[in-house]
């Protein structure tokens, strides 16, 4: 069961310490979709609706890996990807975007991020791509 803590949807089952995904989407019933699938995977989410309140929250816990989507408002998926790149240079950063790009845009955002991914969200492939990324049951860092 999911429940609200200011912007961030948790799951209330999971302990604070243990190791997880972030996923900042401002279209929530997207995040609450994207949750379902990472959490069915095994993976514990913190999901945030606002790309600031995903950065604050970082300043006191370190994501394994973080999952944007590209268009959002104020601060967009390619400025908070740049800005944790530069604090977590080792933390695996996924975009997610509906937006046609060209190739070139694609090679640009493969500078911040570790994939570009097409919505909707093809599962299968995307939950490979997690499982090279981090195991669900990895340990913290």
Same mark, same amino acid.
């Given at each position: 069961?999911?429940?609200?803590? *200011?912007? /961030?949807?948790?799951?209330?089952?999971? @302990?604070?310490? +243990?190791? /997880?995904?972030? !996923?900042? %989407? %401002?279209?929530?019933? @997207? !995040?609450?979709?994207?949750?379902?699938?990472?959490?069915?995977?095994?993976?514990?989410?913190?999901?945030?609706? @606002?790309? $600031?309140?995903?950065? =604050? /929250?970082?300043?006191?816990?370190?994501?394994?890996?973080?999952?944007? +989507?590209?268009?959002?408002?104020?601060? %967009?998926?390619?400025?908070?990807?740049?800005?944790?790149? =530069?604090? $977590?240079?080792? #933390?695996?950063?996924?975009? !997610?975007? *509906?937006?046609?790009? +060209?190739?070139?845009? #694609?090679?640009?955002? *493969?500078?911040? /991020?570790?994939?570009?991914?097409?919505? &909707? !969200? %093809?599962?299968? &492939?995307?939950?490979?791509?997690?499982?090279?990324?981090?195991?669900?049951? =990895?340990?913290? &860092?």
């Amino acid at each position: 069961m999911m429940t609200s803590a *200011g912007p /961030f949807l948790t799951n209330g089952t999971r @302990s604070q310490v +243990d190791p /997880f995904v972030l !996923l900042v %989407d %401002d279209h929530e019933p @997207s !995040l609450r979709v994207l949750q379902m699938v990472v959490e069915g995977a095994g993976y514990h989410c913190l999901a945030s609706t @606002s790309p $600031y309140e995903a950065l =604050a /929250f970082c300043n006191a816990r370190r994501p394994r890996l973080v999952i944007t +989507d590209l268009k959002m408002p104020r601060l %967009d998926g390619c400025g908070l990807g740049r800005s944790l790149k =530069a604090r $977590y240079p080792t #933390v695996p950063l996924l975009l !997610l975007t *509906g937006e046609a790009l +060209d190739s070139q845009a #694609v090679r640009a955002l *493969g500078e911040t /991020f570790h994939a570009v991914l097409k919505k &909707p !969200l %093809d599962v299968e &492939p995307f939950l490979t791509m997690l499982t090279g990324l981090i195991p669900p049951s =990895a340990p913290a &860092p």
